[in-house]
């Protein structure tokens, strides 16, 4: 290859460089803030949402925003496209096996997974930023998870989210989807059963 051809190269290679580093300070950002005490983030200014002094953000029905595609491996090795729930109420929670409030909040989403299954409520895992399945199947399996979770070791699920909407931003993040696969609430802290019901319930409820 001539020097002519190499010179032409490295501005393309210089490019690709520069994407692939920008994408990992983006996922880096998220694991920063990850396992903190949770709160709010953002605001009703030009966003949509109110984040409530219960570190609960929820839009208004007619200001919802699509999630992004949420598809791809399972922790178990199956196929899963989240939009295939729709019609349903989906609860989205981030989750690490590495994260302590990840598992001390695992126990409420089993719970409350299987008293809401009769009610068209569907729970989805996003397992990020395990180094191997095998850390997040021992996690579901000590915790008794029966629900999918999809398997995003890197976090770019997580970056498909548009900022500025309820994107999930810290590790433990949950999302509630309404019936028409659409954000309806978000927290960015750990849960209890009660607060997870909180969340749920209302956008549950609606018609």
Request: aromatic share 4%.
């Amino acid at each position: 290859m001539s020097a002519a051809c190499r010179a032409d190269q490295r501005p393309i290679r210089t490019r690709r460089r520069a994407a692939l580093l920008t994408a990992g300070a983006a996922v880096a950002a998220l694991v920063l803030t990850a396992c903190g005490s949770g709160g709010t983030k953002g605001g009703a200014g030009g966003s949509g949402f109110v984040a409530g002094k219960d570190g609960i953000s929820t839009v208004a029905k007619a200001d919802r925003v699509a999630i992004p595609d949420l598809s791809g491996k399972t922790v178990d090795g199956k196929q899963l496209d989240v939009a295939d729930y729709k019609g349903k109420v989906v609860v989205l929670n981030v989750w690490g096996s590495w994260c302590p409030p990840c598992r001390a909040e695992a126990p409420n989403f089993v719970k409350v997974a299987k008293e809401t299954a009769g009610q068209g409520v569907q729970f989805v895992g996003i397992n990020t930023r395990d180094s191997n399945v095998s850390l997040a199947r021992s996690f579901e399996k000590d915790k008794g998870v029966t629900y999918p979770s999809l398997f995003d070791p890197t976090g770019k699920l997580m970056l498909r989210f548009k900022k500025g909407t309820l994107n999930p931003q810290t590790i433990p993040s949950t999302l509630v989807i309404d019936r028409d696969g659409k954000i309806a609430a978000r927290t960015l802290q750990a849960l209890s059963e009660d607060k997870l019901r909180e969340m749920l319930d209302p956008v549950l409820a609606e018609k």
